[in-house]
């Protein structure tokens, strides 16, 4: 199975600052078969970019995704206080589909 | 607009069964796959398998491979989840959600189900 890992684990930043999310896959996933997923305390997640760069519906501009193959990169252009969350990446290019662990944002 | 409304919380012991059910709204029933994703406390997000509500096909996840059973029930757009011989690595909250766009990422989200296994 694939492995995904995100760094760093926690981002401490301000609000209107840029975070940048990165994510590596143990192999190549086919194309841009990634998604990106924003979880705040006692909420289930929600999808935030699929396709490794489509933002879902109702997203906010600010949020955008990157990469390709191995590589994926969730960018925050400016950090809004209902942004401090965990992120989750995830690879559906191969099965089982498999998530990253995690990267907290949390206010600095 | 389109919703996954869980059961609620569950107790069980070592070695029991549980059955969580997802109940759809909103879109048809039948055109999306529905996904069971589970999160441990203070973990991450594990995908255990999913659904065809059409056919009833289903796929599971290499590590649960004859621990789970995924059901449907088209007469109430309803989908089940049943996991067996429990122990206490399997107290998480259980999600079911839906393919977003007929590929398997996943939007909506039902509202998770606690379910906690202890003697």
């Known amino acids: 199975e694939i492995v995904l890992t995100q760094s760093p684990g926690t981002l401490s930043l301000s609000p209107g600052e840029r975070a940048t999310l990165s994510c590596r896959a143990s192999?190549?996933?086919?194309?841009?078969?990634f998604a990106w997923y924003q979880q705040k305390p006692g909420q289930a997640p929600r999808l935030l970019i699929y396709?490794?760069?489509n933002r879902a519906t109702g997203v906010p501009e600010r949020f955008s995704g990157s990469g390709s193959g191995r590589d994926l990169t969730l960018t925050i252009s400016r950090l809004e206080p209902e942004d401090f969350a965990v992120y989750y990446c995830?690879?559906?290019?191969?099965?089982?589909?498999?998530f990253g662990q995690g990267t907290k944002v949390e206010i600095k | 607009q389109v919703q996954l409304v869980q059961s609620g919380a569950e107790v069980r012991k070592p070695g029991a069964s549980v059955k969580v059910s997802c109940r759809a709204s909103?879109?048809?029933?039948?055109?999306?796959?529905i996904y069971w994703v589970r999160q441990a406390p203070g973990q991450g997000l594990e995908w255990m398998g999913r659904?065809?509500?059409?056919?009833?096909?289903?796929t599971y996840a290499p590590k649960f491979l004859g621990r789970v059973t995924m059901t449907r029930d088209t007469s109430i757009n309803t989908v089940y989840m049943d996991l067996s011989r429990l122990t206490s690595d399997d107290t998480a909250v259980y999600y079911c959600?839906?393919?977003?766009?007929?590929?398997?990422?996943?939007?909506?989200w039902g509202q998770g189900t606690l379910v906690s296994v202890s003697s």
């Open positions: 995830q690879q559906y290019g191969n099965s089982p589909w498999t």
């Open positions: 959600a839906r393919e977003y766009l007929q590929d398997p990422f996943f939007d909506p």
């Open positions: 396709g490794a760069s």
């Open positions: 659904i065809n509500p059409n056919s009833g096909g289903t």
């Open positions: 192999q190549s996933v086919g194309s841009s078969y």
């Open positions: 909103g879109y048809t029933f039948t055109k999306y796959y």
